[in-house]
């Protein structure tokens, strides 16, 4: 988990979300569209279509796109899209996986692979870092709706295993089968979540040198700028100097 939120810090501190937006979006109301094509388009009683809804009201995505990607699951031209994971290891070791969303399952594994090469990594079986792995339901909040006792302690209530409080807000983390309930719980308290979802929760932590760290951020922004892939997660450690660096 250390390289994923290492990854997004970065990636916000350089604006780098502004400029890829329109490609973001497009990613969301697919997620959307999936959701609601799999289960029932009312959020209320679709858990995954309500975390897919969470994640593009926290981007800003407008509140008719949010519609229209819920109504194309409705109608006969929704795309096929067939969920796959990727797993592999990048420089200096690091474990990822990716999940990708895809209508060309060769073209999607052939760019992924590809990707792994140019880096210095390599694609590998699924199952093969899976394992280093656990996954996990994530609840997020900012640092406004409480401090870290209260949060800590609705979330031992909800049902919940884990809780990093920080200055950028509160993670509470629990099995992935109780993240509807976790959820719905806190949000009683302190009102609606800014995230919910599924996630691959590394571990441990593998530290890399800076170099392979350069080449290992390159490596996630690479495959997070893929048209078919919808999120990326990593096992690595990058050291302060290389953060600040990465981040001017």
């Known amino acids: 988990m250390a390289g994923h939120s290492q990854f997004k810090n970065i990636m916000h501190r350089k604006g780098r979300v502004d400029a890829q937006r329109s490609k973001l979006f497009s990613k969301l109301a697919r997620e959307i569209t999936v959701a609601a094509k799999m289960g029932m388009p009312d959020p209320a009683m679709n858990p995954r279509l309500r975390a897919a809804i969470l994640a593009a009201k926290a981007q800003s995505m407008p509140k008719d796109n949010i519609e ?8 006969g031209d929704a795309e096929n899209y067939e969920e796959i994971r990727y797993e592999g290891y990048g420089p200096g070791g690091a474990a990822v996986i990716i999940e990708a969303m895809t209508d060309n399952r060769n073209r999607t594994a052939s760019d992924i692979r590809s990707t792994f090469t140019k880096a210095g990594g390599n694609l590998a079986e699924t199952g093969a870092v899976a394992f280093m792995f656990d996954r996990v339901g994530i609840v997020e909040y900012g640092p406004e709706v409480g401090d870290a006792d209260a949060m800590l302690e609705a979330a031992i209530e909800a049902g ?5 409080s920080s200055e950028a807000g509160h993670e509470v983390y629990c099995a992935d089968t109780a993240l509807g309930e976790v959820t719905k719980a806190l949000e009683e308290r302190f009102g609606e979540a800014r995230r919910s979802a599924l996630i691959w929760k590394a571990q441990t932590a593998v530290a890399v040198d800076d170099e392979a760290g350069e080449k290992l951020m390159k490596l996630m ?9 919808q999120n990326v997660y990593a096992n690595f450690e990058l050291s302060d100097a290389l953060m600040e660096k990465l981040s001017a």
């Open 68 to 75: 229209r990607a819920i109504k194309k699951s409705q109608g």
């Open 160 to 164: 919940a295993d884990d809780v990093v």
């Open 221 to 229: 922004e690479t495959l997070e700028d893929h048209d078919d892939v």
